[in-house]
């Protein structure tokens, strides 16, 4: 059973546009959520995270809003640059605690110029 | 310094051999994990080290065998490995509770088993 869920494998967009990324989730008791960015041949880094507490969260380019009673969570890059192009991963944990992640399986954005 | 170092980068093995994968953080992290990762599909947790003791085993076969000599170091011993092992291994680390929430990881030990 897994319990987060990125149902979209692939996205492309235009650069200058916004790229929407979503993740679900089954498990009513995540409360902390990231998104980590993972280029070829390197280790994800982290780019996000949500508290359970808030419904958005904002850093630049990047905002993340959380949807607790659908479970699901949408990760908004505005504008859009090619150098965003990589593999986003959702994550679930409980109680902050990074090694509890859960991981989704990924989705692959390519932003062209 | 926020980085995690994993060496080595790439590593091919036969299934008859014992290698080791080496991860050194100095964040001052005192949890220290491995994850494995197939393409296409997300970080698998392997083993979780908090404060040099392992503190989960997330039903790895023996062949696997962690290691954390101290609280910047974590090693993965690997030992009569299959083809299906290949994959990437990576290496992170979380701060203190509080602070914790997030994963640092390394770039990974791309590895073969032949």
């Known amino acids: 059973d897994q319990q987060v869920k990125q149902n979209s494998p692939s996205l492309s967009v235009q650069e200058g546009r916004i790229s929407i990324l979503n993740c679900d989730y089954t498990?009513?008791?995540?409360?902390?959520f990231l998104w980590y960015k993972k280029y070829p041949a390197e280790g994800p880094t982290f780019l996000i995270s949500i508290s359970s507490i808030k419904d958005k969260n904002e850093d630049g380019r990047f905002t993340v809003f959380l949807n607790k009673s659908a479970k699901h969570l949408s990760l908004h890059i505005v504008p859009s640059q090619p150098g965003d192009s990589a593999v986003y991963f959702c994550?679930?944990?409980?109680?902050?605690?990074?090694?509890?992640?859960?991981f989704g399986d990924g989705t692959t954005l390519t932003v062209k110029p | 310094d926020t980085e995690v170092t994993q060496t080595p980068k790439h590593l091919v093995m036969g299934m008859t051999n014992k290698k080791s994968l080496k991860c050194e953080q100095h964040?001052?992290?005192?949890?220290m994990y491995w994850y494995k990762q197939k393409a296409k599909k997300p970080p698998e947790l392997m083993f979780v080290y908090s404060y040099e003791k392992l503190s989960i085993n997330e039903s790895v076969p023996s062949r696997f065998s962690p290691e954390c000599p101290n609280s910047s170091l974590l090693n993965l011993h690997l030992h009569a490995l299959q083809p299906e092992d290949s994959a990437l291994y990576l290496c992170?680390?979380?701060?203190?509770?509080?602070?914790?929430?997030?994963?640092?990881f390394g770039s990974g030990t791309q590895l073969s088993v032949l």
């Open positions: 992170a680390s979380s701060g203190p509770r509080g602070q914790g929430e997030k994963l640092f």
């Open positions: 994550a679930a944990s409980f109680n902050t605690n990074a090694g509890k992640s859960t």
């Open positions: 964040m001052g992290h005192r949890a």
């Open positions: 498990n009513s008791m995540f409360d902390y």
